[in-house]
């Protein structure tokens, strides 16, 4: 699917580059002449801003490093010193803090618009997966980055995370000696985690590399789920994608400057800004708000190792999902009680959420039963059984025809709103 390769090197340096390493050539048909649906939303932009976010993450990490100290005695006032009297280490900082929840605000978009779309379908299975491999990854880099300003909610997030490996029989106790490298979390669990908080990224830069090369072999999925057959249904990437991604990025860091400038620690713990004790237990220990569905489904099941297959399995069961989703049709548009469904199931993620900052008592354990059902439900029943009886609407016969139908309606819009205000 990648473009046809119609790179033409203009300079003689480029001729002889061209003829050893044809790297201009792979650029040119990869992000030039690569034909892109010409109907795509700009729910497809996520998958450009995500890429420029983990760029933010690598630069602004890489220099945090150079300021920061790997020591429980030293870290949390490195921090603290970044912050106060490295020139611009604030920004540094609160970029790479408010970057974090930034990456992940926009893997959730860019994953429920995989989810809406379908685009998870056959042949889009392996692209998938790297996609789910990139997020365990993405889910692990974050954890262990937050433990590193060695505040009080760093420390027993760690502690209880790290924790959960006991359950595990045999091997449990050995892989949390393991995680913390002794018998308790201190220095040396400080040492590895950031080790491996620097080394992560660079991997995730890997599967990203897949993950798009794998895009580029099927080409990208779109909004009404059927296949480009003639050129009439694609447009050349550049320019055309390549400014709405520009604009997608651009209004998204426009977002994200406002957590900068104007609310750094809105998503962050005010129980971080305390040195981390392991005498003092915080009353309420909870993780960053973009584990809080998973952490209410490990809460929600009474027996520790069940709460952890289930709080796993919940990220797992993605993995399936190409399969577990029967129906040939794969846009929601065409679908409509799986519209309704996959609405409900965004529903069901936000109460989780909700309910994993809530202590695990009382109502909000009932809850989380209830929504960890609905969770499970939406993927190993509600999807299986969806695409073996429901009626879905009539497809158009190419994007093209998709892009005209809407232009038919857009033109009837508008005419119908000359025509109202030339009668009043
Ligand atoms: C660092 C994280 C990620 C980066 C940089 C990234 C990058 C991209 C890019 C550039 C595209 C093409 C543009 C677009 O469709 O938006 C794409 C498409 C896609 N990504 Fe990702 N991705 C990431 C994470 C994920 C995750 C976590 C998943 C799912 C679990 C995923 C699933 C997909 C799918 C299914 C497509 C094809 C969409 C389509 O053509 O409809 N990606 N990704």
């Known amino acids: 699917m990648s473009g046809p390769s119609t790179y033409q090197p203009q300079s003689p340096l480029m001729k002889w580059l061209e003829q050893r390493l044809p790297i201009a050539g792979l650029v040119h048909s990869s992000f030039i002449a690569y034909p892109t649906p010409r109907n795509l939303n700009y729910w497809w932009t996520f998958g450009a801003i995500l890429s420029m976010m983990l760029a933010v993450q690598i630069v602004t990490g890489l220099v945090l490093a150079m300021h920061y100290t790997p020591h429980v005695d030293l870290a949390f006032d490195s921090v603290e010193r970044i912050v106060r009297d490295v020139n611009y280490g604030w920004l540094l900082r609160n970029m790479h803090a408010a970057g974090a929840s930034m990456f992940f605000i926009a893997v959730y978009v860019h994953m429920l ?194 709460g952890v297959i289930a709080m796993f399995g919940a990220i797992i069961v993605l993995l399936f999902l190409p399969w577990l989703d029967s129906c040939k049709v794969r846009s929601s548009r065409y679908r409509p009680m799986a519209k309704r469904f996959f609405w409900a199931f965004v529903v069901t993620c936000l109460v989780l959420g909700w309910l994993g900052s809530k202590p695990a008592e009382g109502i909000y354990t009932t809850l989380g039963q209830v929504f960890t059902f609905f969770y499970f439900a939406y993927f190993l029943i509600v999807l299986p059984v969806l695409g073996r009886m429901e009626k879905t609407l009539p497809l158009p016969n190419s994007i093209a025809e998709d892009v005209l139908n809407k232009g038919k309606v857009a033109k009837a819009v508008a005419g119908l709103v000359a025509v109202l205000f030339a009668g009043g």
């Open 113 to 306: 618009r995989g989810l809406y779309y379908g685009s998870y379908k056959a042949p889009r299975e392996v692209l998938w997966i790297l996609g789910v491999i990139i997020y365990l990854l993405m889910m692990a880099t974050g954890f262990m980055g937050y433990v590193l300003p060695w505040g009080q909610m760093s420390f027993w997030g760690a502690t209880v995370i790290t924790n959960l490996f006991s359950a595990f029989p045999v091997v449990g106790d050995s892989i949390v000696t393991l995680l913390w490298g002794g018998y308790s979390v201190g220095n040396p669990t400080l040492n590895r985690f950031f080790s491996l908080h620097y080394l992560l990224p660079f991997v995730i830069a890997g599967v990203v590399v897949l993950h798009v090369w794998a895009l580029h072999v099927t080409g990208q999925n779109n909004p009404a789920g059927v296949e480009p057959k003639t050129e009439k249904d694609t447009v050349p990437f550049t320019p055309y994608a390549t400014l709405k991604d520009v604009f997608g990025m651009s209004c998204f860091l426009v977002f994200y400057s406002w957590f900068i400038f104007y609310m750094p620690n809105y998503l962050g713990d005010a129980e971080n800004y305390v040195p981390a004790n392991p005498g003092v237990t915080p009353p309420h220990i909870v993780p960053e708000w973009y584990y809080l569905p998973f952490y209410a489904i490990l809460r929600s099941i009474p027996n520790k190792l069940m």
